[in-house]
């Protein structure tokens, strides 16, 4: 009876240490979800910001020609 008992416990253990497993690995899976997440609205962010920056150094072009026009016109 003993020898039946303790191989029954090792198949036990085994599915013990699958499911240990297997709920770390969901675990995992949800935190890269979540870290998807998050650098996905980052990446938005630099997006918005890039445009952002790309449109004021335009205007600051412009305003540069604008000044150097005047400077010309005054001499």
């Known amino acids: 009876m003993t020898t039946l008992i303790s191989l ?16 770390g690995l969901n675990g995992a899976k949800q935190s890269l979800a979540q870290i998807e997440r998050t650098v996905n609205r ?27 026009s005047n400077k010309q016109d005054r001499c």
């Open 8 to 23: 029954l416990a090792i198949p036990a253990a085994a599915g013990a240490a699958y499911g240990g497993v297997k709920a």
């Open 42 to 68: 980052i990446g938005e962010k630099v997006d918005t910001h890039g445009e952002r920056l790309a449109a004021v150094e335009t205007e600051a072009e412009n305003l540069k020609e604008r000044v150097a």
